[in-house]
């Protein structure tokens, strides 16, 4: 869809680096930079900051958005689905929806990338609830994971 009007609209949003929301976890953070509701759904942008040798997601697919990640410095491991590549800063991974693929940091040095989804899925809100989870302290079973996974648009491969 394009914007139709011969006449620009004031609709640029600008959010100072302080005031970004998110989630800051004992191994990593997530900023959540623009999410979809920023951005009239058309795309969402989360930064994560990952520990040394703080792990990451299992494999697993997403079917209503596709995924590209960032690396904006140490080194980030992707999985495309048929192997494993160490990626540094200024690497980059496209992930189309259903793609399988999984990251982690499992270097003795911190990470950071930059996360874009598109369309603007609210992913915030599966950020946020997973962290719930883990400072609570609750072990959820495997058909609660299967289903919160579901809920937010995350099938685990394999």
């Keep these: 869809m394009s914007y139709e009007s011969r006449v620009g609209e004031i609709s640029a949003i600008y959010q100072a680096a302080a005031a970004v929301p998110g989630i800051r976890g004992p191994n990593s953070s997530m900023l959540f930079v623009a999410p979809g509701s920023m951005t009239r759904r058309q795309f969402g942008m ?4 990952m520990k040394a040798r703080s792990g990451g997601p299992d494999a697993h697919i997403h079917r209503t958005f596709s995924e590209s990640f960032y690396v904006l410095r140490g080194t980030v491991r992707f999985y495309d689905g048929t192997g494993w590549v160490d990626a540094t800063a200024g690497d ?19 990470a950071s990338m930059l996360i874009l989804f598109a369309p603007g899925a609210p992913r915030e809100r599966y950020f946020m609830e997973v962290d719930e989870i883990a400072r609570s302290g609750k072990q959820l079973s495997d058909a609660e994971w299967n289903e919160l996974w579901a809920r937010h648009d995350q099938y685990m491969v394999g």
């Design 92 to 110: 980059f991974l496209y992930v189309p929806k259903g793609g399988i693929h999984a990251f982690r940091n499992d270097s003795d040095k911190p």
């Design 46 to 49: 989360f930064r994560r900051d």
